[in-house]
């Protein structure tokens, strides 16, 4: 296949070429070179990179989550830009996910458990004969749905020598797939997968204390980090915030908790945004504001977030403004699988053509 044009690492000085019409993160994936991302859509901004030189278009999504930086950031999406020259770009690697190969395999569901009212804990174990999917504690997989369409998952628990992943998947109004597997897939039935996706993972070459911040079934992600953690047997402190509606929302708060008793210097904080159904004893609020008001200063930390875009945008913008180094800031954000955005963002550029 023909190459068209090469990007260049800044930082690193790596290099590798482009296909024709390919996005960079998809020629980097195919060199084997991990660079940061998660929705792959265009929304939500962790594969947000510095073009040094060069130019690129964005023939798919539009970049929407370049929408308020400035020109003079010269920022790109690597998720969506399809450059129109060479480039020389500043991007974070993550070299630590380069190691494991993506592949696909044959799942079957092992036990599915109500955890909340409208999430379920899926547990997958390979079909006979498959291999056991290997990825680092945070990362996230595609289930492959039999029309080519693929829906996003984070992995809540580390790799084990028996294979079991564990999934928390929140029901979604009008969703397709996670209705699906909120009313019918049993225990006993096959799913294929790809993964492990993401770079969502924990970053050991940091002395600095860390807090964790988890919306909703954004607990999945993080509680696999901070367990990774708490394996490792790390001294650095660990602060670890949950958000949610209503307290039964909270659904593993127990086995967060009991992290306090395993760790080193960690402390745990349920944050409920209803105030109506807060029982006594857990904080009341948003939970990006509780970091907030116990931090002021982010100056001196890294930071993880998993969860619904609104809190993720609010992390994104408030934990800048607090002195965190936007490359100090981790996340995954919660969106709509690609197919849904494209379609989503479609319909607005249609109507705004109009
Ligand atoms: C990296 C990542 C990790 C994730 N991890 C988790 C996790 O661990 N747990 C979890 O619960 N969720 C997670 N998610 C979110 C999860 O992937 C979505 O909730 C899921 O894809 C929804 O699938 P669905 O088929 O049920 O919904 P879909 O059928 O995709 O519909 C989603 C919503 O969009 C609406 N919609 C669909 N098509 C259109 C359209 N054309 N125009 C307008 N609206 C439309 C639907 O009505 C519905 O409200 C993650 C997402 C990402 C990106
Ligand atoms: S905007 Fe590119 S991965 Fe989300």
Redesign the pocket.
Known sequence: MRTVFTVTLQSSGRQFPLRPGETVLEAAQRAGIALPY??RAGV?GSCKATLLEGHCEYPRNPPVALSGTPASQHAILLCQAVPTSDLRIEAREVTSVEDITRRQLDVVVSDKRLLAPD?VGVWLTPAPGQPRLQWLPGQ?LDVLLDDGRR????I?NHPGADGVIE????H????????WVADTLKVGDALRIEGP??TFVPREDSVRPMIFMAG???F??VKAVVEHFIALGTRRPMRVYWGARRAEDLYQRGLAQGWMQRAHALSFEGVISDPEQAPAGLRVGLVHEAVLEDQPDLSGHDVYMSGPPAMIDAGRKLFVDAGLPEDRLYY??????PD?LA??LA?RAGIAER
């Not at 829906?151 to 984070?154: E, I």
């Not at 995954?332 to 699988?337: E, L, M, R």
């Open positions: 998660s929705c939500c999430v996230y829906r996003p998952f984070s809540a999934l928390h998947v929140r979604v109004a009008g969703g397709g797939f996670t209705s996706l993401g909703g079934t954004g999945a992600p995954d954000s919660f969106d709509y699988a849904v379609q989503i319909g």
